[in-house]
């Protein structure tokens, strides 16, 4: 069974940063694309990054574009999402997402997923 296992996530004020990470075990990680998704208290879960399985390809949500940055380390099997000049409407439970080959930014476009880190921004 594949395991994703998201961590760094935390309370920090407005202009601030955080670093996620997500681990994965159990699969190929150098052939799956990997995205991060959050999702606020009722709302429905949001596209925030993808990379692909190489890391020479990343998309950005425009509302986290310029302030979040994705990579990956395919000898860690670990995927990270910097984000910096976080901003109160960033607050949400940050999940990680894998799927083999070619991704998307839809939440069916992926297979596996974490169980989720709390990122909070405090104004």
């Known amino acids: 069974q594949v395991q994703l296992v998201e961590s760094g996530g935390g309370l920090v004020q407005a202009g601030g940063s955080l670093r996620l990470s997500c681990a994965a075990s159990?699969?190929?990680?150098?052939?799956?694309?990997m995205g991060w998704f959050r999702q606020a208290p009722g709302k429905e879960r949001e596209f925030v990054a993808r990379i692909n399985w190489s890391g020479t390809s990343t998309y950005y949500a425009d509302s986290v574009k310029g302030r979040f940055t994705i990579s990956r380390d395919n000898a860690k099997n670990t995927v990270y999402l910097q984000m910096s000049s976080l901003k109160p409407e960033d607050t949400a439970v940050y999940f990680c997402?894998?799927?083999?080959?070619?991704?998307?930014?839809?939440?069916?476009?992926?297979?596996?997923w974490g169980q989720g880190t709390q990122v909070t921004v405090s104004s």
């Open positions: 159990r699969l190929t990680f150098s052939s799956y694309g």
């Open positions: 997402a894998a799927k083999p080959g070619r991704i998307g930014t839809m939440p069916l476009d992926y297979n596996y």
